[in-house]
Structures are given as structure tokens and as C-alpha cells.
């Protein structure tokens, strides 16, 4: 990934005059639990909707053609909430994979991970691992998913991942430059970020690709995670497309 701006001129969705289409799109999907306090229904029943959010929103970004989508879908912090919650993510991770792995695969999208998924439970772990490599070989678009992810740890992670490499001998301290820093991250290979959405109002990252945002352009909405859909995301495309991205430039 590089910093510097990336982004292709095209129809965000088919229509209407071209406009700049973010070649990355990450989003922090936030709100299922106060989708589901607000019917009345058990937390699982936001989540589970929420999976099917992620379905539209993968969907409509393919056909927008956004060749990267990040999903926040399991944080490094998110092992606090109750025991029940966290089985219940699990269990939907898994049902997730099962029913859409042939469909991912079939529409040539291929399913990245990033963080550290071995700490699941390992029938869950090893479901994603098979998910990665059957999909390993496609090329239309790359769905990044985040599971156990945080991004402090992930820095962190890679200082002392280019420590080992000067003690070893392999590269100068001096050498180490943001390119250098870029390609150790969990991110490397992927589009450089254009695009981070956050749903359900709140304004913050939440330790969500700290470096990768760098750039960025950040957008905050009210809507409900479970409530975004294809249309939300055109128009979340539709507002990035009249931005003016500067990079510190006039």
C-alpha cells in the first residue's frame, strides 16, 4: 500500500456522469446490538441481520467494481463481551462461511483475513483457513475481513517483526522507511485505503487500521449496521466522489 492517492476514474454504479470510485472501501460495522434492543430481539438477532448487511454491502461494492472491501468483523476487544455473545459470533461466523463460501468463490471474490484468527476456536479457524485458500486464486474484487483484529497490536506486530530483521542482520535500522513499515502490516498487498465508514453515529476508529487510514477519507453515519445496504453504499460512494483529496497539497 502506498500513501499517496490511488483512485480510478470510472461509474460508481452505471450511471450518471464517471466519478472517482474508491479502489478501497473498509467499514467499521457498528449498531447491531442497538438494531436488535430496538425490536425487542436478543443481541444474536442483530448480529445475524448484520451478516446479511454484509452480504448486500459485499455484493453492491462488486458490482460498483470496488476491488477491496474491509470489514471489521471481530476486534481484539471484543473477546470482553459476555461468553454467550462471543459463541454466538463464532457460530455465525462458521454459518456465514458455510453459505457463501461457493457463492464467493463462484463470483470470483477472494476472502482475505486479517488479525489473528488462530485464537478462535479451531473448527472456526480451520473453516477460514479453507475458505482463504479455496478462494486464494480469484481476482474480481478481495473481501479483507478483520477477526481479532487491532490495529495497535498489528503495529506493534510489525516493529518487532523489522526488529528481528536488523538484529539478523537482513536489513539497516536506517532503511526502515512508511514503505518498509506498509508491507510488514497485515494489509500488505491490498489497495491503499480511500474509503472508512463507520454505521450507528459514533465518530471514532475504535483501533481499526490506524496506519491504513492514514489518508483516508472518513465517513460517519447514523445508520444501523444492520440497516446499511447496497443503496447506502452508493451513496457513501456518491459523497466520496465530490470530495476533493489534497494530500497535504493546495
Known amino acids: 500500500m502506498s500513501a499517496g492517492p490511488a483512485s480510478a476514474e470510472i461509474r460508481p454504479d452505471g450511471s450518471g456522469p464517471g466519478a472517482v470510485l474508491p479502489r478501497h472501501i473498509a467499514i467499521i460495522m457498528d449498531g447491531n446490538g442497538r438494531w436488535a434492543k430496538a425490536r425487542g ?130 536489513i539497516e535500522a536506517e532503511a526502515i522507511d512508511e514503505q518498509l513499515i506498509d508491507s510488514s502490516l497485515d494489509t500488505a498487498g491490498l489497495p491503499p485505503l480511500d474509503l472508512l465508514i463507520r454505521t450507528s453515529g459514533e465518530k471514532r476508529l475504535s483501533n481499526f487500521l490506524l496506519w491504513q487510514s492514514a489518508y483516508a477519507e472518513l465517513m460517519f453515519v447514523h445508520t444501523l449496521w444492520p440497516d446499511f445496504d447496497g443503496a447506502a453504499l452508493r451513496a457513501a460512494i456518491a459523497d466520496y466522489g465530490a470530495r476533493e483529496r489534497r494530500y497535504g497539497g493546495l
Not at 473477546?79 to 470470483?108: S, T
Open 41 to 170: 430481539l436478543p443481541r444474536a438477532a442483530g448480529h445475524r441481520q448484520g451478516a446479511e448487511a454484509a452480504r448486500k454491502v459485499l455484493r453492491a461494492a462488486g458490482e460498483a467494481g470496488v476491488e477491496c472491501l474491509t470489514l471489521y468483523a471481530f476486534s481484539s476487544e471484543n473477546w470482553r463481551r459476555p461468553k454467550a455473545e462471543v459463541n454466538d459470533l463464532m457460530g455465525l461466523l462458521g454459518f456465514y462461511i458455510r453459505k457463501e463460501l461457493d457463492a464467493l468463490h463462484r463470483e470470483g471474490v477472494r476472502l482475505k483475513i486479517i488479525g489473528d484468527h488462530r485464537a478462535f476456536p479451531p473448527d472456526v479457524a480451520a473453516m477460514v483457513d479453507q475458505a482463504v485458500e479455496r478462494t486464494a486464486g480469484n481476482s474480481r474484487m478481495t473481501l479483507a475481513v478483520a477477526l481479532n483484529y487491532g490495529a495497535r497490536k498489528e503495529l506493534a506486530e510489525a516493529a518487532r517483526g523489522l526488529a528481528r530483521r536488523v538484529a539478523a542482520g537482513e
